[in-house]
């Protein structure tokens, strides 16, 4: 019993975690994810940008003087234009119907949601081809009404649609989970109809969230290269999004355009990343005041 | 979950439904709002029947157990979004909107606070906004679900203090949802008592108190005690000796006596019903509250006010003055 209460038993010198795993340890672990990055991340977009300029200023313009080249970035701005704005329209009516309401077969959407993320990009596209291809489903119908799917822009945008149609479903979900449906019964309740308590009460709760999933959403929708590819067809100047015409470059042994062009993509990639970290930090500080509630 | 229940709510009464969880306060309260709808039955707002109006037609004030204030919005929007939802046609203008959000910010005592945001407010302090935000709507009744059940004890206390001042000052019809019997008794003109999904009495805290309707009611509003008795020639008897309770008429044979503390008391064995050993006492408020082990084991707390100890293990008789039998 006097054990306990001996005053020759020395005090804790400093806190430690209960969880430590030593200085050495937390030195390797993060010595090996820094050089991870590096590898992964890092040195191929340094690799993009110097055999971009390899040749100089002037080769690295001439690669956006073809009009193939500006084709492609048309191409690839107006798909986007499309296809974020459907999956955002999408995204928002299958997570508040998943989350406010209890229906039949509401595992099996959360699933078939999920679906792209598991399917090879490929498959995707190839499913668009069977389905609207001249031996496909609809083929001899689409044909007869003069409508073009595959190896033009319909096609183009079906494909990026269902490969990037997880993204904004995925991140709202959770999030309108967790807020659950009080403050839009409370609308109800104050005479608010069902739109404007969507507008006024839920769109501003999950801001952050719909403008990070958007994000990710458009980077993937802009550098989209398996599905694409196999419903393309691949027509110089028409078919061809800007992943699609760096490939072609690349095939031609035209390294320079080919990089030159591909900085576009590495330059998207890093806008997105800088501002998704941005909205991380923000995002981060509503999430945590909303728990608080 | 809900019994055919029928229950009448008077203009401009404070009716508090009262249950144990699970009882279907809740969702009677919700019923009645119109965020859930029955299977069957109606809902009528005096000779209104609004059981097909939807929820923003019933012209209803719902206050949330957890606030649900508006995050985003300031504490003014907060209270105005009811006024600001309307349409054009039916809405205030802009100066008579701010002027009734000013008027309940005083009324809340909460005035200068329009400006703030929930997040900076105290737990208090949002489920008084709460309460503005529904009034400013102006509806026809007042429904609050466990209104102060997030807040802590002394919080509790004042608001409910503050609510029954608001409610005499308005008169507005409001109904409360509680499962703080005490909180029921303090507040309401009338208590309803639910249980597993019926209504088992309705009346105000002395009726249901002092002549509950079945032994549910009785066991919830308080401490009581079973004891085994039995009715004869129209009087209870326990153990052979008379109560003052009489029998409800038709009832003969074995009953079940319920008696509350402080229809106890100690008495000289040759007067007692029931006797057993002092377990504890304590002093509590101005009186003894003194816990006896009876002889069949079971533990009977008797409320004192004689001022003389009773040291544990001393044994004693108890006299019933009083109780309730149920047919």
Redesign the interface.
Known sequence: MSEIFSPTLPPTAHAEPVASEGTGTRIVLIGIAITFLALFLVLPLIAVFTQAFSKGIEAFLAAFREPDAWSAIRLTLTVAAIAVPFNVVFGLTASWAIAKFEFPGKSLLITLIDLPFSVSPVVSGLIYVLLFGSQGLFGSWLLDHGIQVLFALPGIVLATVFVTFPFVARELIPLMQEQGS??E?????????GL?AFR??TL??IRWGLLYSVLLCNARAMGEFGAVSVVSGHIRGLTNTIPLHVEILYNEYNFVAAFAVATLLAVLALLTLILKSILEWRFAGELA??R?? | MLHDLSLDVRAGELLGLLGPSGSGKTTLLRII???DAPDRGRILFGNDDATGLA??E?????V?Q???????MSVADNIA??LN??RRADRPAKAEIKRRVGDLLDLIRLSGFGDRY??QLSGGQRQRV?LA??L??EPRVLLLDEPFGALDAQVRKDLRRWLREIHDRTGQTTIFVTHDQDEALELSDRVAVLDRGRLEQVGTPDEVQEHPASAIVMKFLGDHVEVEALAEGGRVLVRGRETPVAAPAGIIGPVKLYVRPWQLQLAEPEAAHLSGTVRSSYRTQGRQRIEVVDTEGRVLAVEDFDGVRHPAGHPVGLRINGGHVFG
């Open positions: 009080a403050e019964e409370a609308a109800l309740t104050l005479g608010a109809s404007h006024t009460v501003p709760n005041a909303g608080a509630h | 709002a119109g965020l929820v923003q019933r012209a209803v004030g719902f949330f957890h606030y649900a204030l508006f995050k985003h979004y009811g939802a309307r929930p997040s709460a935000r529904a400013a709507v």
